[in-house]
């Protein structure tokens, strides 16, 4: 595997990111997803909900294996999989991933590799800023970036109205599920 390589492409694919303002009246459905690992088997959790109620109204969790190994700053290349077989088929205006979009050191984040790959709205949030980065705003205890088809103004707006418990109230339930809680509230 070449990561200088990886790393390029990262970077030309960073200028293709659309940092655009979004009219948060328009959004309805807020999605979330994270995943969480035991050795090479993944378990994913997407949660959805309404907005700006934040009211949850579906759950999904799935298992699968990755053949990738953690690297940190690549794990765009681990992750994206378990993510695109969460959200198939699934509907949502904005998608909140659990990694980093554009505060990211090569400008593009897992955040800003799904937003890209599903042309849809995506917000990087993300529990610590990675090393020499900026393009983040901080929520509560969430480090808010822009994946892809929204601005930094709009995102922190929409994760500050889902905030809770200083944290992205879907995010929070997706990142317990991935863990193995039954319902996300453990």
Do not use: W
Request: proline share 5%; with cysteine.
């Amino acid at each position: 595997m070449n990561l200088k390589k990886i790393a390029e492409i990262q970077r030309k694919l960073s200028r293709k990111i659309v940092e655009k303002p979004l009219d948060i009246s328009e959004v309805k459905r807020v999605a979330a997803v994270d995943v969480s690992y035991k050795g090479n088997q993944a378990r994913g959790a997407f949660v959805l909900c309404s907005f700006p109620s934040c009211q949850v109204l579906k759950t999904k969790v799935i298992e699968t294996e990755v053949n990738f190994p953690y690297i940190p700053t690549y794990f765009f290349l681990r992750e994206t999989r378990p993510i695109l077989l969460l959200i198939k088929g699934e509907e949502f205006d904005v998608l909140l991933v659990e990694g980093h979009g554009k505060a990211h050191p090569r400008g593009y984040g897992l955040a800003s590799h799904i937003g890209l790959l599903i042309n849809k709205p995506t917000i990087g949030v993300a529990k610590r800023p990675l090393h020499g980065t900026k393009d983040f705003v901080r929520v509560g205890k969430a480090y808010v970036s822009v994946g892809n088809l929204i601005d930094l103004d709009s995102a922190k707006k929409i994760v500050e109205i889902i905030n809770e418990n200083g944290y992205p109230k879907p995010l929070r339930i997706a990142d317990k599920l991935s863990k193995g809680a039954e319902n996300g509230r453990n």
